[in-house]
């Protein structure tokens, strides 16, 4: 199968997903965090220390708006929302990841029962790329699988850009990534940038969030879709600004599938198709690897001003998916 590589490989393939730094974009590693930055100001910090998943908090736009949710990167401000713990900023996870000896584990929620993605490594390459090696590691401490990430930052006139390539490692044993809608390369917006803010969220003006994916839907109706993007946009601090999430070409059963909720949440999900398109069969979007094997995934998030445009944000996906220089 074409995406199924063995794990040395793998690196090797992740570090053709990278591009190469726009010069005023700096990386400098910190305690349990990697900060990027545009010219002097910060864009965002890669976290991989003193939280139960590595994330991206805080992303920043041009003039230093926040772009994504605040809570629980940081206490939720008066008014701001609160609820799901485990929507951190920019994140990967997966909710039921079964191991060989078929007992399952969760690397998506944070609570009593779930496991951990514990970092081994973290690197800032000399392309002005992170190189990061992670754990999968169980409620109990010990390895379940391993993913190698490697995240690349952009910006231009058109907005600036995460690459987030993951390779997700059978190093332990055979595991099933299983099917569930809690799963994937996930954002999660401000409240006031959702279509329907969540009941923990009390705005003082109503929320105008706007979400469309690359098929021509909106709104809540994108949730279970299958789409190459989706695009969520809003006012945030009286400014109207937007990301967009790509799913390669290349990716594992692309176009993918969207847990795209109007409170704000948004994630690519090839695995939750009992759920999205409400089959009977349990287990009909799991995802096996043998020991050895790995799946990798490749996403760009395009930061934006403006309504999302579907022509614009259309221009940007196939300008990023074009073979280099075509």
């Not at 991206?56 to 041009?62: D, E, I, S, T």
């Not at 937007?242 to 799913?247: E, L, N, P, R």
């Not at 940007?316 to 074009?322: E, I, L, N, S």
Request: glycine share 10%.
């Amino acid at each position: 199968m074409k995406r199924l590589l063995r794990i040395p490989c793998v690196a090797l393939l992740l570090l053709g997903f990278s591009l190469s730094a726009a010069p005023n974009i700096t990386l400098s590693p910190a305690k349990g965090r990697v900060d990027v930055k545009i010219g002097d100001q910060l864009f965002t910090s890669y976290h991989y220390e003193g939280v139960p998943k590595p994330a991206l908090y805080p992303v920043r736009w041009v003039d230093g708006t926040g772009m994504t949710r605040r809570f629980p990167m940081e206490k939720a401000l008066p008014g701001e929302s609160n609820d799901h713990v485990h929507h951190r900023s920019v994140f990967w996870g997966h909710r039921h990841v079964q191991d060989a000896a078929g007992k399952v584990h969760d690397f998506w929620g944070e609570n009593s029962r779930s496991g951990k993605q514990v970092t081994a490594s973290v690197k800032v390459q000399k392309d002005g790329s992170i190189l990061a090696k992670t754990k999968w590691m169980s409620l109990e401490g010990k390895p379940v699988a391993a993913d190698t990430r490697i995240i690349s930052f952009g910006a231009g006139p058109h907005g600036r850009t995460i690459d987030y390539a993951i390779a997700i490692h059978a190093s332990e044993g055979d595991i099933v990534l299983m099917d569930d809608k809690d799963a994937g390369m996930g954002f999660r917006v401000p409240d006031s940038m959702c279509v329907s803010p969540h009941g923990t969220a009390k705005l003082k003006e109503e929320a105008e969030g706007y979400m469309l994916n690359s098929e021509g839907v909106t709104g809540a109706a994108c949730w279970g879709k299958r789409a190459k993007w989706v695009d969520y946009s809003g006012k945030v601090n009286g400014k109207l600004l937007g990301v967009a999430m790509f799913d390669h070409p290349e990716n594992p059963r692309h176009p993918t599938a969207w847990h795209a909720r109007a409170y704000g949440l948004c994630s690519a999900n090839i695995f939750g198709r009992r759920h999205f398109e409400r089959l009977p069969d349990r287990n009909a979007g799991n995802y096996m690897l043998k020991k050895g094997q790995s799946l990798t995934f490749r996403y760009r998030l395009y930061w934006h001003s403006g309504k999302g445009d579907a022509k614009k944000i259309e221009t940007q996906y196939r300008q990023w998916v074009a073979p280099a220089g075509k």
